[in-house]
């Protein structure tokens, strides 16, 4: 009898896990087909919503040409918010192409990550300084971690432009050290800061002051997939600290 019972339950166990390695085949396909489809929408977007920023920004500068901004203000002023629009949908694009590639397993080495994080805030000065903005940087050397560069520089260009469109004639500091096993980079400004209301949400997809939503989303995503941790810290009218960390890289994938 004993043997019998413990044949029925090995029975049952099997067929169990049989259903269950059928169920977990199907989601798999349904994820990738929704990786798929995300990463194509996203791609196929592109195109589409360059044409229409450089024809809307062509009437612009024909309206001024023509010295008849100042009779058709009202038309200057939607194609303007037409054309914010359409650039709020192309960073949104651009997030969704980032998510997809997150969930292809973007390729991984060594990172030299104080080249990286140099690299970056040059990239965005002037940008920064448009707005009145200086950019200083306190980045030690020889920071090596193990990821993807390509994700980890969408991070800090993320947190960079969020800086500057927050910040006016003010100041933005890049900052990232080394401490024991791990590195923290800090990205803080002199903005107008984030409201307590908004602070506990504002890594969740779609919670934004006018953003897409995608962004600190994104950043919370990809430095927690690379063994990190990301935190803010800010008061309203005071600015914004950005802090995340990484794992430092000792040689241990290989």
């Known amino acids: 009898m004993l043997g019998i019972s413990l044949f029925l339950h090995l029975r049952l166990y099997n067929e169990q ?33 360059t044409i229409i920023s450089v024809n809307v920004q062509t009437v612009m500068e024909i309206l001024e040409d023509m010295g008849k901004a100042g009779e058709n203000y009202e038309t200057g002023k939607l194609l303007e918010t037409a054309q914010s629009e359409i650039m709020r949908l192309a960073r949104m694009v651009g997030g969704m192409l980032t998510l997809a590639s ?15 994080l140099a690299s970056g805030a040059e990239m965005l000065r002037l940008s920064l300084q448009k707005r009145g903005n200086a ?5 030690e050397a020889g920071l090596l971690i193990f990821g993807s560069a390509d994700l980890l520089a969408q991070v800090v260009t993320n947190i960079l432009q969020n800086a500057g469109q927050y910040t006016e004639n003010g100041s933005i500091t890049l900052c990232a050290k080394k401490s024991g096993g791990k590195i923290t980079v800090t990205i803080a400004d ?13 890594f969740e997809r779609g919670v934004s002051d006018g953003g ?3 962004g600190l989303y994104l950043c919370k995503t990809v430095v927690e997939s690379h063994g990190g941790e990301i935190w803010i810290e800010s008061e309203q009218g005071r600015g914004t600290s950005v802090f995340f960390t990484l794992p430092v890289y000792e040689g241990q994938y290989g």
């Open 17 to 49: 896990q049989k259903k269950l390695d059928e169920q977990n085949l199907v989601l798999a396909h349904a994820s990738r087909a929704k990786t798929a489809f995300l990463a194509n929408t996203s791609h196929e977007m592109k195109t589409p919503l």
């Open 102 to 116: 997150m969930s292809e397993s973007a390729d991984k080495g060594i990172v030299d990550l104080t080249a990286l």
């Open 135 to 139: 950019i200083q940087t306190n980045i």
């Open 190 to 202: 002199t903005g107008t800061g984030i409201s307590g209301e908004l602070l506990p949400r504002v």
């Open 212 to 214: 897409t939503g995608f």
